[in-house]
């Protein structure tokens, strides 16, 4: 038994919207046998432009049942029979929601006619019910109420019963394992087969190639999957676009970053907002206080007069000045580590001479917070570091040059590089954002003992 379902909704994703309208068709394959359609009262203001597609407007709604009311006979004529309809995640997702919401659980198997049609009638320019309704001579009256579209939608499921190949398909699409419901509609689960459990980037196409999505992974195919189970509106808006994936290995998460940010300024994906937004910088400054002792701190770059060095993230700065109190002795009080405390105690910094018990000299001090100055303001250095290859045989390099990222290469591990006339002919430039900066200094921060090469040693 198939029971195939429509639903108009307020129209904001999965969560958060409700229905405002749903019919459900109950059918054994050769006739509907039962029909059920009701308008739902939705409990929330209904959005104008909303009213203006489906006709549905909140006086309509006022006196209808709520999904509370009415859940028992959902359950009840939609029991032991597989759930159908088009783009079938959108509305069985939202009535999984909002039965979620009153503490109720909805379980069915589905089957998408999305899907179901590109496998069985293949080559149509677009599967949207309204263009498919169209071109296969199937009555569509009431678009876009809730009746309307299911009943359109089971005279498509009958002629997709029918089709030639079309037992093997359903029986496919109906396996536990085979995903193909999750899938959005327009993508073919031999595109997702094909993805690696490798890092690398990955790229979401809509139907004409355009790539409207750049994503980077560890493991690409877990990540892709991701998305479509995902319910945030953002991924059913970007999963309903889908309709190809590509991608390109790393070998590692830094490249997959740095890639990611390349493809990113490159293409400008409209599903890409993260790397569209201005980034805060951060920066790390020196003051005397009235006792003489130079302080090293952070705070907003916008609100430092004499930054000495910008990072990106505050835990970045924290990081670092962690690292110079280890290195040079200094004090965790003295560098902002630790507010309030009358003598430091930090749990991992123990380097301190005393300066915060009166145990040092200031001027002592001083001098040592003059050469992390100086290290500070001195980093225009030219260097690489070795990373993971896409596969056992090479390895993979960022290079630095004069304190900017130039881009990144890789290289056979049988071949010997000792110098960047060697490495020249393997590297892939990129240009030096503030993404590329953020990444680099984050990761360099973390992974100081990944510098291999100031050009004085062999490479790689």
Same mark, same amino acid.
């Given at each position: 038994?198939?029971?195939?379902? =429509?639903?108009?909704?307020?129209?904001?994703?999965?969560?958060?919207?409700?229905?405002?309208?749903?019919?459900?068709?109950?059918?054994?394959?050769?006739?509907?046998?039962?029909?059920?359609?009701?308008?739902?009262?939705?409990?929330?203001?209904?959005?104008?432009?909303?009213?203006?597609?489906?006709?549905?407007?909140?006086?309509?709604?006022?006196?209808?049942?709520?999904?509370?009311?009415?859940?028992? /006979?959902?359950?009840?004529?939609?029991?032991?029979?597989?759930?159908?309809?088009?783009?079938?995640? $959108? =509305?069985?997702?939202?009535?999984?929601?909002?039965?979620?919401?009153?503490?109720?659980?909805?379980?069915?198997?589905?089957?998408?006619?999305?899907?179901?049609?590109?496998? *069985?009638?293949?080559?149509?320019?677009?599967?949207?019910?309204?263009?498919?309704?169209? #071109?296969?001579?199937?009555?569509?009256?009431?678009? !876009?109420?809730? @009746?309307?579209?299911?009943?359109?939608?089971?005279?498509? $499921?009958? +002629?997709?019963? @029918?089709?030639?190949?079309?037992?093997?398909?359903?029986?496919?699409? *109906?396996?536990? +394992?085979?995903?193909?419901?999750?899938?959005?509609?327009?993508?073919?689960?031999?595109?997702?087969?094909?993805?690696?459990?490798?890092?690398?980037?990955?790229? $979401?196409?809509?139907?004409?190639?355009?790539?409207?999505?750049?994503?980077?992974?560890?493991?690409?195919?877990?990540?892709?999957?991701?998305?479509?189970?995902?319910?945030? #509106?953002?991924?059913?808006?970007?999963?309903?676009?889908?309709?190809? &994936?590509?991608?390109?290995?790393?070998?590692?998460?830094? *490249?997959?970053?740095?890639?990611?940010?390349?493809?990113?300024?490159? !293409?400008?994906?409209?599903?890409?907002?993260?790397?569209?937004?201005?980034?805060?910088?951060?920066?790390?400054?020196?003051?005397?206080?009235?006792?003489? &002792?130079? !302080?090293?701190?952070?705070?907003?770059?916008?609100?430092?007069?004499?930054?000495? /060095?910008?990072?990106? @993230?505050?835990?970045?700065? +924290?990081?670092?000045?962690?690292?110079?109190?280890?290195?040079?002795?200094?004090?965790?009080?003295?560098?902002?580590?630790?507010?309030?405390?009358?003598?430091?105690? !930090?749990?991992?910094?123990?380097?301190?001479?005393?300066?915060?018990?009166? =145990?040092?000299?200031?001027?002592?001090?001083?001098?040592?917070?003059?050469?992390?100055?100086?290290? /500070?303001?001195?980093?225009?250095?030219?260097?690489?570091?070795?990373?993971?290859?896409?596969?056992?045989?090479?390895?993979?390099?960022?290079?630095?040059?004069?304190?900017?990222?130039?881009?990144?290469?890789?290289?056979?591990?049988?071949?010997?590089?000792?110098?960047?006339?060697? /490495?020249?002919?393997?590297?892939? +430039?990129?240009?030096?954002?503030?993404?590329?900066?953020?990444?680099?200094?984050?990761?360099? &921060?973390?992974?100081?003992?990944?510098?291999?090469?100031?050009?004085?040693?062999?490479?790689?």
């Amino acid at each position: 038994m198939y029971c195939i379902v =429509d639903i108009e909704t307020t129209g904001n994703g999965v969560k958060g919207n409700r229905i405002t309208e749903i019919a459900i068709f109950k059918y054994d394959g050769y006739e509907i046998v039962d029909e059920y359609t009701s308008l739902v009262n939705p409990e929330c203001e209904i959005p104008y432009f909303i009213t203006g597609l489906t006709g549905i407007d909140n006086h309509m709604v006022r006196n209808a049942p709520t999904i509370d009311e009415i859940a028992d /006979m959902i359950l009840e004529f939609t029991k032991d029979a597989i759930f159908v309809a088009h783009s079938v995640n $959108f =509305d069985y997702n939202v009535i999984k929601e909002e039965f979620k919401n009153i503490n109720r659980e909805f379980v069915r198997k589905k089957l998408c006619t999305v899907r179901l049609s590109r496998q *069985l009638i293949p080559g149509y320019y677009s599967y949207s019910l309204g263009k498919l309704c169209s #071109a296969l001579d199937i009555p569509l009256t009431d678009r !876009h109420r809730a @009746r309307g579209d299911a009943h359109a939608t089971t005279l498509l $499921f009958q +002629r997709l019963l @029918r089709a030639e190949g079309s037992a093997e398909v359903f029986k496919k699409f *109906l396996n536990a +394992r085979s995903q193909e419901a999750t899938l959005p509609p327009a993508l073919q689960k031999e595109v997702y087969d094909k993805l690696p459990n490798k890092p690398g980037v990955y790229y $979401f196409k809509n139907t004409v190639g355009k790539i409207i999505y750049v994503g980077k992974a560890i493991n690409i195919k877990k990540r892709v999957l991701s998305h479509f189970y995902d319910k945030a #509106a953002k991924e059913i808006a970007l999963c309903k676009e889908t309709a190809d &994936i590509d991608f390109e290995l790393s070998g590692s998460d830094l *490249l997959a970053l740095l890639m990611e940010s390349d493809a990113i300024k490159l !293409h400008y994906p409209e599903f890409n907002r993260a790397q569209k937004r201005n980034i805060q910088q951060y920066a790390i400054f020196s003051y005397q206080d009235r006792k003489g &002792i130079v !302080h090293l701190a952070y705070n907003k770059l916008q609100l430092v007069p004499q930054p000495l /060095m910008t990072l990106y @993230r505050p835990s970045d700065c +924290r990081i670092y000045l962690e690292e110079l109190c280890k290195t040079f002795g200094l004090c965790p009080k003295y560098c902002h580590l630790q507010e309030g405390v009358e003598h430091c105690s !930090h749990y991992s910094i123990k380097t301190c001479d005393g300066i915060c018990r009166g =145990d040092e000299a200031v001027i002592d001090y001083n001098g040592k917070v003059e050469k992390a100055i100086t290290q /500070m303001t001195t980093r225009d250095e030219t260097f690489a570091f070795k990373e993971k290859g896409r596969d056992i045989s090479e390895d993979a390099f960022v290079y630095i040059e004069n304190g900017k990222y130039v881009g990144y290469g890789f290289i056979e591990k049988e071949n010997t590089i000792a110098t960047f006339d060697d /490495m020249e002919a393997y590297l892939i +430039r990129q240009k030096n954002t503030l993404e590329t900066q953020r990444i680099v200094q984050s990761y360099l &921060i973390k992974n100081s003992e990944k510098v291999i090469v100031k050009f004085t040693e062999q490479l790689l």
